[in-house]
Each structure stands twice: as structure tokens, then as C-alpha cells.
Antibody, heavy 121, light 111 residues
């Protein structure tokens, strides 16, 4: 069973850049797709974007101008960068695995525990 | 405002059957995109409950099942148990937004 361990800064000021990392433990990066998903307080889930084993990405159209998802050279980590954050970006951020890409109708079968990110001046 | 519409809350007594609906449009569920369901206990990682409309991961009880009709899908839970009390989310793919979309979630209370 894949396990995902997340870390990153949980408190940001407006206009700063959010940076989170997810480590793939007990599982293979190859053949899988890795997404970031967020949930604002009291809100529903929102898919942010995905990266595959080759580093190819797909992004949520509403966030793509501010988002970068990348995979480490070692292949066991992937990261999320979201620039120019505002209060609307405050949320619990999850990393997740899918066995097919989102364009093929992926489901997310392994999730990290989530990191709460607060945006406050 | 979520793309997929779910009732915000539902409740049922132990042993009962409850059905949670998820309504989409002709750019997602109505277009034939498959639907997945997740169970989420706040503070923990969401768990995949059903995928591809009605398929269960091996570790998921057969008390959970899914059905689809037109632009709507339903998650049925039979023999309701206290530890079924959680938030439930549906997810599909939207052809216009070109990405996964979720319902707003349904908080299930076991009375």
C-alpha cells in the first residue's frame, strides 16, 4: 500500500509562494500519477494538478497561471508551488496517487494526511 | 460552489439503508464520465470507497454500492453502522473544465 508523507510551511502572508512536498513511501513512482488536491475550511475538494513519472503535468484551468507541480530527480518526491497566495488559498492541501491520468477519469486511491495552510498578514 | 451537487447532510439509524445523491451535468456525469466516491473522516486522509461508478476496492465492505442514471449517481450504504458517520464526496471528470471535479460533500450522521 502506497503511503504519502507531506510537509511544508503552514503559515503564509498574502503574495507569498506556497511550497509543499510529498514523499512516496512504500510504493513506486513509476506507472503512477501524482496529484495535489485542496479543501478550504468548510468547503469541498478542489483538484489542483498532477504530474506523471516523466514530469508531464496537467493543471486546474483556474489555477494554472500560479501553479507548478514538479517531480524530483530521484523520483520519490513531488512538489507543489502556488504563487501570489491570498486568503482564498487557505485550505488543507492533500497529495494523492492515481493509477491513470486525470484525463482518463482517474480516481485517487492513496492520499496524504493533509497540511493546513493559513494565509494571514 | 461545487460542480457536482450533493445534499449537505443526511442521517439514518443503525441498520438502515441510506442513499446519497450526486448530480452533475452533460459536461461530466451526463457525458458518460465515470464517478468515484470517497469517505472522509475530518483530520484524516480521504479514502476511496467506490471507483468507476460502482466498483469497490478490495478492502471496502459490500455494504457500499453505487448506481448511475443519466446525469446523477447515488451511493447506497446498507446496514448503517456508527462508524459510517463521515463526510462523503463524489468525483468525476468535466470535459469543459478539463479536469476532475468534486461534489460539495455530504455529512452523514448515524442517529
Amino acid at each position: 500500500q502506497v503511503q504519502l508523507q507531506q510537509w511544508g510551511a503552514g503559515l503564509l502572508r498574502p503574495s507569498e509562494t506556497l511550497s509543499l512536498t510529498c514523499v512516496v513511501q512504500r510504493g513506486s513512482v513509476s506507472g503512477n500519477y501524482w496529484s495535489w488536491i485542496r479543501q478550504p475550511p468548510g468547503g469541498g475538494l478542489e483538484w489542483i494538478g498532477e504530474v506523471d513519472q516523466y514530469g508531464s503535468t496537467n493543471y486546474n484551468l483556474s489555477l494554472q497561471s500560479r501553479v507548478t507541480i514538479s517531480k524530483s530527480i530521484s523520483g520519490k518526491q513531488f512538489s507543489l508551488s502556488l504563487t501570489s497566495v491570498t486568503a482564498a488559498d487557505a485550505a488543507v492541501y492533500y497529495c494523492a496517487r492515481s493509477k491513470v491520468g486525470v484525463m482518463e477519469g482517474a480516481s485517487f486511491d492513496s492520499w496524504g494526511r493533509g497540511i493546513m495552510v493559513t494565509v494571514s498578514s | 460552489q461545487s460542480v457536482l451537487t450533493q445534499p449537505p447532510s443526511m442521517s439514518g439509524a443503525p441498520g438502515q439503508r441510506v442513499t446519497i445523491s450526486c448530480t452533475g451535468t452533460n459536461s461530466n456525469i451526463g457525458a458518460g464520465s465515470v464517478v468515484h466516491w470517497y469517505q472522509h473522516f475530518p483530520g484524516t486522509a480521504p479514502k476511496l470507497l467506490l471507483f468507476d461508478n460502482n466498483r469497490r476496492p478490495p478492502e471496502i465492505s459490500d455494504r457500499f454500492s453505487g448506481s448511475k442514471s443519466g446525469s446523477s449517481v447515488s451511493l447506497a450504504i446498507t446496514g448503517l453502522q456508527a462508524d459510517d458517520e463521515a463526510d462523503y464526496y463524489c468525483q468525476s471528470f468535466d470535459n469543459i473544465l478539463r479536469g476532475p471535479v468534486f461534489g460539495g460533500g455530504t455529512k452523514l450522521t448515524v442517529l
